[in-house]
């Protein structure tokens, strides 16, 4: 059996730690599976990398950001590695060059494009455990890239495609996934199982608990993915295409995102192809926008809002600053203190009347909702970001999702 197994940043955030995530990795190694392992870098210490650098520089350019941030994970497999063979067992860890990890050039969001899986099969026959840097990639210029912050998971859902892997397991620190994340909702309730297009929602609207890629990337190539705690045995969860609760499950999880922006376009012109123009310079530069929302216009005028990540908006506000030759407004407001709050359930599809308890959750909260916007599977809200975790007990008890 082949199996990838990885670690986030708390399950290696200290030399015991990295210790039993050796042992654990040996126990299976020792039944005989090949077993390639992905690590992030220890505890907080991309975080730290990020501050390091804008001590000398508040906007580092971003080539040499991703040069400095890919080495936490160049620690944590070499480490690992140290730890194996102190236990009497072959490791190798290899980088996202030995591993030829080929990604987009976009510096600190790049996607991966293709892995050559020759080295990490030859040192699988060699018997060896493979431990590879997760997050960080190689362009067409030869630089590393970063996959986003998170990005590890997909390193491993990658790797799990590419080998053809029976199970990818992501070990971190909390037992599975959970109705909502349990910093935020502490009644909330591990699932037994979830499905991708679920998992993918919650990831996209704030479920730290798995980069969103790589569910996208775990569903294309029907890797089957396992959520589960570095630091006991318990089940976990597991993410796959079809479940057998989904029936019964109207909503499988609320989702809290507070890392986004709102930006409103104020009086934009009242004709076709304003959208069009806003959006498409937006796109040209990477920029992923969200929820959208378009006054009705009154004259000649209208107002277009939308929802970005925070760690954008000053780019994008430079953006539509520079484009003033096809896009005409009087002016761009941003609003950083919001927060989008988010249900998600397969079972919304044939199940009138979600929206409506969601939104009388909200204003038995008295929490006022500023935009909305709604797909087959999920309802997302904008709220005062003061409100959010509020909000989120509110939707969570109001779905009666408590443990
Ligand atoms: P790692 O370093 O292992 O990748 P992360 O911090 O990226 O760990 O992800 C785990 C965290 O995700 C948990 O500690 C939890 O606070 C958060 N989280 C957010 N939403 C959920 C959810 N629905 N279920 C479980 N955890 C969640
Ligand atoms: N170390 C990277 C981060 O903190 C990648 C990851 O943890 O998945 O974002
Ligand atoms: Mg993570």
């Known amino acids: 059996m082949i199996v990838v197994k990885k670690f986030g940043g708390t399950s290696v955030g200290t030399p015991e730690r990295i210790m039993n995530v050796a042992k654990r990795c040996i126990e299976d190694y020792n039944k005989g599976n090949d077993v390639v392992v992905v690590l992030s870098a220890m505890g907080d210490s991309t975080d730290d990398l990020i501050a390091l650098a804008k001590q000398l520089n508040p906007n580092p350019p971003k080539r040499e950001l991703d040069m400095l941030m890919s080495t936490g994970e160049q620690v944590s497999v070499s480490l690992m590695a140290m730890a194996m063979a102190s236990l009497g067992v072959r490791a190798v860890s290899l980088n996202a060059f030995q591993v030829a990890m080929h990604t987009t050039h976009t510096y600190g969001n790049a996607r991966l494009k293709r892995i050559d899986s020759e080295r990490i099969r030859h040192e699988l026959e060699d018997r060896k455990i493979v431990l590879i840097t997760g997050f960080q990639g190689v362009n067409k210029y030869d630089d590393v890239t970063t996959l986003g912050r998170g990005g590890s998971d997909t390193t491993a859902v990658a790797i799990a495609a590419a080998l053809h892997a029976d199970t ?45 890629r790589s569910v996208e990337l775990a569903k294309k190539y029907g890797v089957k993915l396992i959520v589960r705690s570095s630091l006991n045995n318990s089940e976990g969860t597991i993410v796959k295409e079809e479940t057998k609760l989904v029936e019964r499950m109207l909503i499988s999880g609320v989702a809290v995102d507070r890392n986004s922006d709102r930006i409103s376009v104020i009086g934009v012109k009242n004709e076709p192809g304003v959208a069009f123009k806003i959006f498409d310079v937006l796109a040209k530069a990477g920029i992923n926008i969200d929820v959208i929302l378009q006054s009705y216009g009154q004259g000649d005028t209208k107002d277009i809002s939308f929802t970005l990540p925070s760690d ?39 199940n009138p009347g979600v929206a409506a308890k969601m939104f009388e959750a909200l204003y038995n909260a008295n929490i006022n909702i500023s935009m909305i916007s709604t797909s087959e599977i999920r309802i997302t809200v904008l709220i005062d970001e003061k409100d959010a975790v509020r909000g989120a007990q509110a939707v969570h008890d109001a779905f009666g999702l408590e443990d």
């Not at 908006?313 to 096809?326: F, G, K, Y």
């Not at 005409?328 to 709050?341: M, P, Q, S, Y």
């Open 168 to 212: 990818c397991e992501i070990y971190t620190d909390v037992d599975g996934v959970y109705t909502a994340d349990p910093r935020i909702v502490p009644n909330a309730k591990k699932l037994e199982e979830i499905t991708y297009d679920e998992m993918l929602d919650l990831a996209t609207l704030g479920a730290g608990v798995l980069h969103n």
């Open 312 to 350: 954008r908006v000053d780019e994008a506000v430079e953006i539509l600053n520079n484009s003033t030759d096809r896009l005409h407004f009087e002016r761009v407001d941003v609003r950083h203190d919001i927060a989008k709050l988010s249900v998600v359930g397969a079972g919304m599809m044939s």
